[in-house]
C-alpha cells in the first residue's frame, strides 16, 4: 500500500493538517523536522486510524491524542488516510500498517520456554507511540517456531538439509546483519532444550570473539538487529503494508544509519512503503542519495515551521540548499556551520557586512534562491567586485578546499562589457562567464515577467506587463544607456508591474523585488533558466 495523502482533525498538535500530494511511486517517504514539530504524532494518527479501519487494538485515549481545545468529533473523524490502491477487505486491513516507536531498547532477554504465538496481525506490542516497544524477544520466539514449521512444510522439498531449513530464516538474518556490520555474524540461535549458557537467546562471532551473546552486542548492534530482525520477520505477514519507524537512528552512527536504510529497504516487500520520522543526517543523507538515483522513489515532508494551529496543507518537497542546512543544524547543532557544500560557487556582489545588511551578497542570494531545486549541493558566495571574484581576494575558495579538499569552488562573473577575446580567455583560464550582462538580465526577462503574471492569475495582463518592460528599456537607452543594461531599468519596470498586479510585499527596491519576487518564477524549462544555468554550471 503507497499512501496518498493523511488529514489530521483535532488530533494531537494538528488543528487541520493536511499531508498531501504524496505519489504513488515512493517507497521512501521522510519526514524531517527537529523534535517538536509533529513527526511521531503522525505514526500515532495512523496507529488511530487503523484501530477504525481493521487493526488490532481498540480504544481511544482522549487525553493522548485529542488537541486541547478543538471542537468535538466523532472518534473516528479525527484522522483521515487515503491510498493510491483499492482498500483492502476482511482480513487484509489488518495488514495496513505496521509501526516501531522509539522505545525498542531490549538489552538482554533469556526463553527459557515457548508457546504457540498469536499472529502479529492480531498483536498490539505499542498502543501509542510513548510506549515501550521491545521485540527481539518476541521475534527469538518467532524465528524458532517458523524454523520447526519449516520442517513440516509440504512445500519445501523433503531433500532439504537441517542446515538449510535453519538458514531459510536465519541466513535472511545473518546476511542483512553482515551487510550493516561486515565484522559481525550471527551465528545460531541459543535452544530451550538444555541448560547450555546460550539457551533462549541469539549468539554471534565478531574478530577472535566466538559465539557470544546477545547481550554483550553495543548499543548501536542491538539497536540495528533489533530492525533488521523483525523486518525479516515480519515481511511475510505485512507484505501489503505501511510501515512505519520513529528514530531509526537510536544509538547508530551516521554511517551505519545509512547502511542500514539501504538494507530495510532491500528487505522491505515490493507492495510496501516505508516511513521515516528522522532527524538524523545519516538517514537524511542515504535517503538523499536515494532519491538522485530516481527522484520518484522518495518524498520528503518537510514539518519545520508549520504552524500546526492554523489550517495547514503540506506536500513533499525538492530537497534544497536551504533544506539541507537546516536539517544539519538540526543534526550537528554548530558543528553545521564546518560542513561544506559539494560545490561552492564564487560570484560578484557586496560582501556583507553583518547579519543585518539585508541588501548584501545580492548576486549569491538570487543564485541560491534560483537553483534552490535543481542544485541543492551548490552554495554561492558573494566576494566582491569582478577582479575579486576572479583573484578570490579574500581567499574564500582556497579556505573552502583547505577544509573539505573535495569541494569544488567555481568563480561566475558578469559578462558586463568584455569582448568575445576577454571571455575566451577568462574561460581558458578556469572562470565562468554569464552569457548575458548581469543578473538582472534573467530576473527581469520576458519569460519571467510573463510566468508570473499567469501564476499571479492575471494571464490577460502578460501583453501590458510585457509592454511595461519595453517602454522601461527604450526610455532607458534615450538616456543614453545601452540595451542590454536591463540593471538601469530595473527600477521603473519594478514600479510598472506592482502597480499593473497590485503586489504589495514584493519588495522594497528592483533589487529586493528581483530577489524576494522574480527569482521564484525564473525556472526549469525557461530558455532564460537553461542559459542562466549553462553559464554557471556548463550544462548541456
Known sequence: MHVASIRMVGFKRFSNTLLDGIPASAKLVVLAGPNGTGKSSIFDAFKTWHRFNGGAGAGWD????????????????????????????????????????AFRNEADFNIPSFGRMSSPLDQVRSARMIDNDVAVSENYQRLLLQTIDGIYDETLPEEMTRAQIRDRIIGKVRDAMKSVFPDLELVGVGGISSPAASEGTFYFSKGKSQSFLYKNLSAGEKAAFDLLLDAVIKRDFFDDSVWCIDEPETH???????????????????GCQLWLATHSIGFMRKAWEIARADPTSVAFLDLEGLDFDAPVVTEPIAPSRDFWTRTLNVALGDVAALVAPEHVVLCEGRVSAGPHDVNAA??????????????????????????????????????????????????????DYKSDYEVEQLTAGGARVLNRRHIESYLFDEEVIERMCVEMGYPDLVGEALKIRTDAIEASVERRNDRD????????????????????????????????????????????????????????
Open 252 to 270: 547508530l552512527n551516521s554511517r551505519i544509519q545509512a547502511k542500514l536504510l539501504g538494507t530495510l529497504l532491500e528487505l522491505l516487500p515490493d
Open 62 to 101: 482522549e487525553t493522548y491524542v485529542s488537541k486541547a481545545g478543538a471542537p468535538s468529533i466523532g472518534v473516528n473523524e479525527h484522522v483521515q488516510i487515503t491510498f493510491h490502491e483499492p482498500m483492502p477487505t476482511g482480513e487484509d486491513q489488518k495488514k495496513l500498517v505496521y509501526i516501531r516507536t
Open 485 to 540: 543594461d536591463v540593471k538601469r531599468a530595473a527600477g521603473t519596470i519594478t514600479e510598472g508591474l506592482r502597480r499593473l498586479l497590485t503586489i504589495h510585499g514584493g519588495g522594497s527596491g528592483p533589487d529586493a523585488f528581483a530577489r524576494d519576487t522574480l527569482s521564484r518564477y525564473l525556472v526549469p524549462g525557461m530558455s532564460a533558466f537553461s542559459e542562466l544555468e549553462d553559464s554557471i554550471f556548463g550544462v548541456d
Open 362 to 415: 545580492y548576486d549569491a542570494e538570487c543564485y541560491r534562491k534560483i537553483f534552490a531545486s535543481t542544485h541543492p549541493g551548490v552554495d554561492f558566495i558573494s566576494v566582491g567586485n569582478s577582479s575579486d571574484t576572479l583573484r578570490d581576494r579574500l581567499g574564500v575558495g582556497h579556505a573552502i578546499q583547505l577544509i573539505a579538499g573535495g569541494t569544488l569552488v567555481t568563480r561566475v562573473v558578469d559578462r
